[in-house]
């Protein structure tokens, strides 16, 4: 299984910006699919996650509201919509999946992934 992000960039505060993750090497629907964020000096936190089964999704506190995750099955994508971006959404953005189902209440759980895409930068200035 691989996964390739892109779209990342450089925007000013209150814009935005589509990440776009494709899977390839094994059925869209095989596994949840998240986005997980890391900035420089901190942690890797999640930021939104998508059960490919339910549809059921999840978002962090901090970018509720703001930020949308969605999939094109056909393409086996899944998109993080990013609006009114911040400073502070300043980070590597990575997306990641996991080979099988997994319950709703794991899936902002990054060690629940095993499969992990490379990062695509996304910098937001004041």
């Known amino acids: 299984v691989q996964l390739q992000a892109s779209g990342g960039g450089s925007v000013q505060a209150g814009g935005s910006l589509r990440l776009s993750c494709a899977v390839s090497?094994?059925?869209?629907?095989?596994?949840?699919m998240g986005w997980f964020r890391q900035a420089p000096g901190k942690e890797r936190e999640f930021v939104a996650a998508?059960?490919?089964?339910?549809?059921?999704?999840r978002y962090a506190d901090s970018v509720k509201g703001r930020f949308t995750i969605s999939r094109d099955n056909a393409k086996s994508t899944v998109y993080l919509e990013m609006n009114s971006l911040k400073p502070e959404d300043t980070a590597n953005y990575y997306c990641?999946?996991?080979?099988?189902?997994?319950?709703?209440?794991?899936?902002?759980?990054?060690?629940?992934?095993?499969?992990w895409g490379q990062g695509t930068q996304v910098t937001v200035s004041s």
């Open positions: 990641a999946t996991r080979n099988g189902r997994i319950v709703l209440s794991s899936i902002n759980w990054a060690g629940a992934y095993d499969v």
């Open positions: 090497g094994r059925p869209f629907r095989g596994g949840p």
């Open positions: 998508l059960d490919t089964w339910t549809y059921n999704t």
